[in-house]
């Protein structure tokens, strides 16, 4: 059995996903250094975090989504060698006694856990368009992050954003040292950010490839704008979290919407007031209890850029970005439409399975269409032909009979011999047909 973990449980939109790539990608690498990866697939990992934090979503899902948790626990204890490595930024929104829960079935393991944390004013923005992903109407403008008190289903809010917060419940019960805290560049360097959090994982000595694809998830201030007024107009159809996750979140803004703008989004007077407030009792209480920091804990102090809000997006603009993101959609739709019928393509993709099976339904039509047309063909060529026969032989008995009528009438009655008979017939027929 391993002697250590590190649970790496957020925050939200503070280079995560960068790590968890590096993590994935460098999977054997790790192994080889006793480090394991946990968790094959990062839906294992997703469903993991609301088995955790007890997501009434989970009722809707397969056994397998339900016992995600408890097969990572066990995959983590099953390994023979140094260390383990679970991250998933989600986990930070669990309330104090879903990470006691979630820790005992750790007992007896040396748990460590990691926060990264960056600048809480830049935040505020990246966490409302996340809403946007799923249906959100509200303007910046108005939008306030959602408090701890609404609980583990406030993925999206302070709850998780607030690293002072998410340390107090997940280090309530741990040795101040094994809870490290992990910000985030100031200057937006990845490769640092990495190895500040290879520090924290007591894996820094592993040479990783940190050659990753870049995913850029961020929308710009148009086209967030954009997503928040098509939300206002979404059908019935797209009400659930999982459509909006597929349709919203994975085709709308992460393949079209980020491709068409990129403009940076600002926040208003009073939303960078609290996250200078926030920032400021985040690290103080950081210092307070003692953590492991890692990097700078100036990092996540609260700063503003020059941008605009989306309030301040024209209809002009608007409309650019949306014939554009129209532009998009529709090359996507068509990549999906190509790939399926050539039988290409990722077949987990957003659009594939959707695309896949129209795309073989438009195929048999086609064929079928086809199949048809020729046939209805075939057939009146088949009649012509036996009409052409038809006549062909009426002609050869009307032949037959005017044969026989010259035998009678025509050829004199003396003549009896074979061959002059068929000399005559000869005769009649290149001078009378």
Known sequence: MTDRVYLHVGAPKSGTTYLQRILDG??????????????????????????????????NLPPRAVQAWKRLTAEIRAWQGSSAVLSYELFAGASAEQVTAALADL????????????????AVPSAWQERLKFALTTPLESWVPRPESDGPRAEWGW?????????????????????HVVTVPRDGAATELWHRFARACGIDGVLVDLHVPQVNESLGVVAAELLRRVNERLPEELGTNREQARWLRDVLAHRVLTLVDDEPIGITDDQFAAAVERSEEAAARIREAGYDVVGDLDDIRATRR???????????????????????????????????????GDAAAPLGRGWRARAKRLVKAAAVDRVDRELVEAQRRIAALEEQ?????RVQLRIAVLEDLVAELLVPTGLRDEQELREAIRRYRQESL
Do not use: C
Not at 107 to 119: A, K, Q
Not at 159 to 179: H, I, K, N, Q, S
Not at 325 to 337: K, N, P, Y
């Open 26 to 59: 460098n999977r054997q690498v790790l192994a080889d250094a006793g480090v394991l990866v946990v968790g094959e697939r990062h839906v294992d990992r997703v469903h993991a975090g609301m088995a955790v934090r007890e997501d009434p979503r989970l009722e």
């Open 306 to 344: 020059e941008a605009r809000t989306p309030g301040d997006v024209t209809s002009d603009e608007l409309v650019d970005v949306a014939v554009d993101a129209v532009v998009r959609l529709l090359l996507t739709v068509r990549e999906e439409a190509t790939t399926s019928v050539e039988g290409g």
């Open 159 to 179: 709850r998780t954003m607030d690293p002072a917060g998410v340390a107090a419940r997940w280090g309530a019960t741990l040795p101040p040292e094994r809870v």
């Open 107 to 122: 007992d007896g393991l040396e748990v460590h856990v990691v926060i990264t944390t960056r600048d809480l004013a830049r």
């Open 389 to 393: 026969l038809a006549a062909s032989r």
